[in-house]
């Protein structure tokens, strides 16, 4: 195996504790999830139809080019076919883009704290990693655009960024594009963009005609909410894409999955109405942080960063006997903080109660 030494050194990722563990160990009766950011009001009932008549028969291997999936994101997207590449999750084109264009004596330049799995990949990859400060939870485009140099394959944008939820706007981000050398691919990681209800956001895809070293990431893991199924994709030009085809194991989307995403596409109604829900349940987070004086970072996302000032862990464990799993800020990069899932107004309510009862 390669870089053998530089895996041995690397945690495997844990993305949160499981439910059925936080039971057993606490010998609650029911723990509400709110650690990884996925969809609190479930699955599009129209999604879950289109599911229960596909179970039939699992004989077959999915469609390695998700053909009715792809033409249907294409149809929305308003784009080519061949500018779309499928995933097992966002995840997965994470690992497809740093297989493909990462390697030593390669750089790759990303935002820190952002997410995980840019970093994580890269090392497994071999590249130099670069990772610029966030200023107040945003990316400082500028420092990042100082830290590429000829060696440097990709950058990673993440808008709005996981773990603080700020978004960049417009004008910050076409200016950053047109910017980085054509040699660099730029990935932005959209897959909170969905949530962001903010008039100078903008649609990363529009971008992709325009800039050939783009490649933009999406997910149905949250506001599609099955993120059990594991479909994400990525838009970029052609040619890109044919670089990043080879790297992707041939039937990496399920075909419930595909199935699935076609059907939660088609139900943009619901998307909406999670997104409408999504603002007030943040709403309901301000307002506690606000009450108690405690620092978050505005978020466009559905999920809330809160600083408690204590040990993240300390408030992590603290909410876990209470049956609330959120992800504590130390294995974020922010040791004072936990970062919460906005959930329904009940699961907020709860959530918040418990947060009281900790202060
Ligand atoms: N990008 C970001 C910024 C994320 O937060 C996540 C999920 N935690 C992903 C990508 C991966 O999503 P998926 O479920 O599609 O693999």
């Not at 890109?240 to 109604?269: K, Y």
Request: negative net charge; charged residues 20%.
């Amino acid at each position: 195996m390669k870089w053998k030494e530089q895996l041995l050194s690397l945690a495997p990722y844990k993305p949160g504790r499981p439910i059925e563990s936080v039971k057993k160990e606490y010998g609650l009766e029911k723990v509400v999830k709110l650690a990884s950011n996925e969809n609190p009001f479930g699955t599009s009932p129209k999604v879950v139809a289109a599911l229960q008549s596909a179970l039939s028969s699992f004989a077959i291997y999915p469609d390695g080019y998700a053909t009715t999936l792809r033409t249907a994101v294409a149809e929305f997207l308003k784009m080519d076919e061949e500018q779309l590449i499928f995933g097992n999750g966002a995840d997965n084109l994470i690992q497809i883009i740093s297989r493909a264009f990462l390697e030593p004596g390669k750089n790759t330049v990303m935002a820190s704290p952002s997410f995980s799995q840019y970093k994580h990949n890269a090392i497994i990859d071999g590249a130099e990693i670069r990772e610029i400060p966030l200023i107040d939870g945003e990316h400082d485009l500028d420092a990042m655009l100082e830290a590429i140099d000829e060696n440097t394959a990709v950058v990673w944008v993440c808008s709005p960024n996981n773990p603080t939820g700020v978004y960049i706007t417009k004008e910050k981000i076409t200016s950053f594009l047109n910017k980085v050398p054509k040699e660099t691919v730029v990935v932005i990681d959209d897959a909170y963009h969905d949530y962001v209800v903010a008039d100078d956001f903008y649609d990363a895809v529009e971008f992709v005609n325009e800039y050939n070293n783009l490649i933009v990431l999406r997910t149905f893991s949250k506001i599609y909410g099955i993120a059990s199924l594991r479909v994400g994709y990525g838009v970029a030009h052609q040619d890109i894409i044919r670089v990043l085809e080879p790297a992707r194991e041939p039937f990496n989307v399920n075909t419930l999955g595909q199935i699935a995403a076609v059907a939660a596409l088609n139900d943009q109604g619901y998307v909406n109405e999670c997104r409408r829900k999504n603002r007030e349940g943040m709403a309901q987070f301000e307002q506690f942080c606000a009450e108690h004086q405690l620092h978050y970072f505005p978020s466009q996302a559905n999920f809330i960063l809160i600083d408690f000032g204590t040990s993240g862990d300390e408030v992590f464990q603290y909410l876990l006997q209470k049956g609330y799993i959120v992800r504590s800020g130390n294995a974020l990069g922010y040791t004072t903080s936990v970062r919460v899932t906005v959930g329904s107004e009940e699961e907020n309510n709860g959530v918040i109660d418990a947060m009281k009862q900790y202060l």
